[in-house]
């Protein structure tokens, strides 16, 4: 294996979910349909997608171990700020990684989102 080509989040409700990273966090929706929901990021430098269930998920919890990282232009201080003003509250704190300043987002099943300014 020599590179990653897409991920695939499951989420338990793609509507909320999809309003979540469109309306809360700015992603651009490049295609959907009814089991999935694909974004864009970054004039679709990246992208990934959300999906119903590919296996009854009741009584799991999603998101555990789940990372997924983004390298943005705007300085993570001012997205941070920016996310907080749309109401988001699962924003945390500021943090010098190896690989740049960042921040994380949970989103509404608990799967870490990253932002970071690249070194």
């Not at 009814?34 to 430098?45: D, I, R, T, W």
């Not at 943005?72 to 003003?85: C, F, N, P, Q, S």
Request: hydrophobic residues 40%; negative net charge.
């Amino acid at each position: 294996m020599r590179q990653l080509t897409f991920a695939s989040l499951q989420v338990k409700n793609l509507e909320a979910s999809k309003e979540f990273y469109e309306k809360k966090l700015g992603f651009e929706i490049g295609t959907t349909n009814p089991q999935a929901c694909v974004f864009k990021y970054n004039q679709g430098e990246a992208s990934f997608a959300i999906r119903t269930p590919l296996e009854p998920l009741e009584e799991k919890e999603l998101g555990i171990g789940v990372a997924i990282w983004f390298a943005v232009d705007e300085t993570v201080d001012e997205l941070r700020e920016k996310y907080i003003a749309e109401g988001i509250t699962t924003a945390g704190p500021l943090i010098d990684t190896p690989f740049g300043r960042a921040f994380h987002v949970k989103d509404l099943d608990g799967y870490k989102l990253t932002f970071l300014n690249a070194i």
